[in-house]
């Protein structure tokens, strides 16, 4: 999957790169690259890891995600539309099947002149229900 992938993006596919997009692919959740680097061999540096996910997200491979860390997190840019929700209190973040752009973006391309839009983010904030029972 991750060979056939990068090559109709047309990377190649190095250790690397089928690592990264390894780890991406099982994380169920947006990734800090802190929390990337961890997953991958020692073997990958940093800047290898910046580069990538770089190369990746000008490809359509990745997108960012904030999540109001002060960082970028990242996950895998499949076809399935979905925001997230995170819990301020510990941290927990769930993904948000339900998208109300559509009619959004419509309102928002005859309001600006705009010709299209190619991307949004939609991040909500909150207490988790189990954060919620401790207060």
Same mark, same amino acid.
């Given at each position: 999957?991750? !060979?056939? #992938?990068?090559? @109709?993006?047309?990377?190649?596919?190095? $250790?690397?790169? &089928?690592?990264?997009?390894? *780890?991406?692919?099982?994380?169920? !959740?947006? #990734?800090?690259? @802190?929390?990337?680097?961890?997953?991958? $061999?020692?073997? &990958?540096?940093?800047?290898? *890891?910046?580069?990538?996910?770089?190369?990746?997200?000008?490809?359509?491979?990745?997108?960012?995600?904030?999540?109001?860390?002060?960082?970028?997190?990242?996950?895998?840019?499949?076809?399935?539309?979905?925001?997230?929700?995170?819990?301020?209190?510990?941290?927990?973040?769930?993904?948000?099947?339900?998208?109300?752009?559509?009619?959004?973006?419509?309102?928002?391309?005859?309001?600006?002149?705009?010709?299209?839009?190619?991307?949004?983010?939609?991040?909500?904030?909150?207490?988790?229900?189990?954060?919620?029972?401790?207060?």
């Amino acid at each position: 999957m991750e !060979k056939t #992938l990068l090559h @109709e993006k047309g990377f190649r596919a190095t $250790p690397a790169k &089928i690592a990264l997009l390894d *780890v991406l692919q099982r994380a169920k !959740k947006p #990734l800090s690259i @802190e929390a990337i680097q961890e997953l991958l $061999p020692s073997s &990958i540096n940093q800047a290898t *890891v910046y580069r990538t996910l770089h190369d990746f997200h000008a490809r359509g491979i990745v997108r960012h995600v904030d999540l109001h860390h002060g960082h970028q997190h990242y996950e895998i840019a499949d076809a399935k539309e979905h925001h997230h929700i995170m819990c301020k209190k510990c941290g927990k973040v769930k993904d948000v099947a339900t998208c109300v752009m559509q009619q959004l973006q419509k309102n928002v391309l005859k309001q600006s002149g705009f010709a299209e839009i190619n991307e949004h983010t939609m991040e909500f904030y909150g207490v988790c229900a189990v954060c919620d029972k401790k207060r």
